[in-house]
């Protein structure tokens, strides 16, 4: 449902981005044809329901969708069919085994309860296609009656009336007799908003390396990615830059209109789209600026493992407005969510204990740019491939890259953690190959040992729970793009992520020697019930020293590239101790 959202919404927000470039360069044509394409909205996606439902019933009987993009399944699956009887027929006993394996295999995979989430992608895009085609056929009648002098005060009146005789411009009727977008610069708009515009020639190369056998577990979904940073890319002022805009703006005729399916009487239209798709991300970018600083918004988890192990602890989501007491996730709205991210880790990263604003600052662009590039693109997988490959890379980490891998190869996968997730909210314990594996799996995760909430004011033990602990909120969640979360305004927390306090080492680790997954449990589940809450309060919440030397340590300008480690200041070291003496009490338990 998330993606399914995030394409139709870059559908539905075109005209409104026209109207807004329009409106800020003071075209009132451009203006009133993009007021009669949202005026179509509702007609629009009357019809793109209706396709809707008739992709999902192609795809439930396993036949070709209507955007059938590279490969016909239907034509292919029927094809596959008819070599049965030939393998009766001619085959020798292993060739028929064979085929009957391989045959059943392919009845699996093209189950619909297995390709649900295809079908509902195909089925979701082809209605972003016609919601498109619908208003590019509104665009095309408000454009007419202005030629025909119409006053624009009537113009959408009008248009409204006249929209059908434009239809054959832009649909053309398939063997079902449903309407499919034919005109090319609604097709162009329409790959766009479903992110399967073909790549340009500089790019191609990601492609062809994702068909070597092995490529597709690194570089999954190539041509998605591509597309989504240059949806975003629009959004910003560099656009201005991009070869379309320039052919579109910069000479006094615009050029390569074949190119961009654009017609020479719609090139106001479309530049008006992309100045109020500049203008609408600058403006998102500064709300973003704004709320980072005030403290309400959060970007992606801190560059280094400790930070974002705290985050954890602390109950802090990434990616989120912070609405009192509760994160609200942006990460759904597309487009959009990119640039909150990246404004955010900007704002964070330039305000950390024991650094400067350039201290580690090529460390950090790295993590921002991966941050946005890399996990929103075709190089997802870079990573991946580039542990994989470094023998240098720690055991730990290449146990946690092969089982994030080889559990991606699994059915469900997806299906069975967000299952998972809302069943059991619990975070599990897990450091071997097998454990990694179904840590997040809805019928396995329940075999490995807990870990708990050692922070926590309830001090019997209670688990530890990253998200909602209402587990209707977290079911929500999964289909929601708006993530909601409640949280805690808890001054120890708060404290220990301000100090950066290295919890993950403290929790996994006794007098130097690494702790396993059974042991870190139990480590967690006494210390949980202890008095180190307690003494973390007294020292934090009641000892004025504790903030005065924290006040301290920022004035004096002291940075950890100077020499001045935060391990070694006396409210580091007084935290330190509390955890020690907890943590020597609760060993004595284990």
Do not use: C
Request: charged share 25%.
């Amino acid at each position: 449902p998330k993606a399914i959202l995030g394409t139709n919404m870059i559908a539905i927000m075109r005209p409104f981005q026209s109207w807004a470039g329009a409106m800020l360069t003071g075209n009132e044509k451009e203006m009133v044809i993009a007021a009669a394409q949202i005026d179509a909205i509702g007609r629009a996606f009357s019809e793109g329901w209706q396709m809707w439902k008739h992709n999902w019933d192609l795809g439930v009987h396993r036949k070709g969708q209507t955007y059938q993009g590279k490969f016909d399944v239907g034509g292919d699956l029927a094809e596959w069919k008819t070599l049965s009887k030939y393998y009766e027929e001619y085959g020798t006993g292993f060739q028929k085994n064979a085929y009957g394996v391989l045959d059943s295999i392919v009845d699996f995979n093209n189950a619909p309860w297995v390709k649900y989430s295809q079908n509902a992608m195909g089925s979701g895009d082809a209605m972003a296609r016609t919601v498109i085609g619908r208003m590019t056929m509104r665009q095309r009648a408000a454009r007419a009656a202005i030629e025909a002098g119409v006053d624009y005060d009537d113009v959408i009146n009008i248009a409204r009336k006249t929209e059908d005789n434009f239809r054959d411009e832009i649909f053309k009727r398939d063997r079902d007799g449903f309407f499919v977008v034919s005109d090319k610069g609604a097709s162009m708009a329409g790959d766009e908003a479903a992110m399967t515009k073909a790549l340009e020639e500089n790019f191609k190369g990601f492609e062809l390396i994702s068909n070597i056998p092995g490529m597709k577990a690194f570089f999954p979904f190539v041509r998605t990615g591509f597309n989504y940073l240059d949806v975003t890319f629009q959004h910003t002022p560099l656009a201005a830059f991009s070869d379309k805009y320039k052919d579109l703006v910069a000479f006094d005729t615009p050029r390569n209109l074949e190119k961009y399916g654009i017609r020479p009487e719609d090139v106001g239209q479309e530049v008006a789209m992309m100045q109020g798709r500049m203008a609408m991300g600058t403006a998102v970018a500064g709300m973003g600026t704004i709320a980072a600083l005030q403290g309400h918004m959060t970007g992606d988890y801190p560059y280094t493992k400790e930070d974002a192990d705290l985050w954890r602890a602390a109950g802090i989501q990434p990616n989120s407005f912070k609405v009192g007491n509760t994160y609200i996730s942006y990460k759904g709205i597309e487009v959009f969510d990119t640039i909150f991210s990246m404004t955010a880790n900007v704002v964070q990263n330039a305000d950390l204990l024991g650094e400067d604003l350039t201290d580690n600052w090529i460390k950090k662009i790295t993590f921002m740019s991966a941050a946005v590039i890399v996990e929103n693109s075709m190089l997802g997988g870079v990573e991946d491939l580039a542990r994989i490959m470094n023998p240098n890379t720690s055991e730990e980490l290449l146990t946690r890259t092969g089982a994030k891998i080889f559990r991606s190869h699994l059915p469900f996968a997806g299906a069975m953690s967000s299952l998972g997730g809302i069943l059991d909210a619990n975070r599990k314990e897990a450091a071997t190959l097998k454990e990694l594996i179904i840590q997040r799996d809805a019928l396995f995760k329940g075999v490995l040992p807990p870990k708990y909430d050692v922070l926590s004011k309830d001090r019997s033990g209670k688990l530890y729970k990253p998200g909602p602990e209402n587990p209707l909120l977290r079911l929500l969640n999964s289909f929601s793009p708006i993530a909601i979360v409640p949280t805690d305004d808890d001054k120890v927390r708060q404290a220990l992520v301000a100090i950066r306090y290295n919890l993950p080492e403290t929790l996994s680790t006794y007098k130097g020697e690494p702790l396993n997954s059974l042991e870190k449990s139990q480590l967690e589940k006494y210390l949980s019930m202890g008095n180190l809450r307690r003494d973390l309060e007294n020292l934090i919440m009641r000892n004025p020293d504790f903030d005065r030397l924290i006040s301290e340590y920022k004035k004096g300008g002291f940075t950890i590239k100077d020499g001045a480690r935060l391990q070694d200041q006396r409210f580091y070291m007084a935290v330190d101790q509390i955890f020690r003496q907890a943590k020597a009490a609760a060993m004595l338990e284990v």
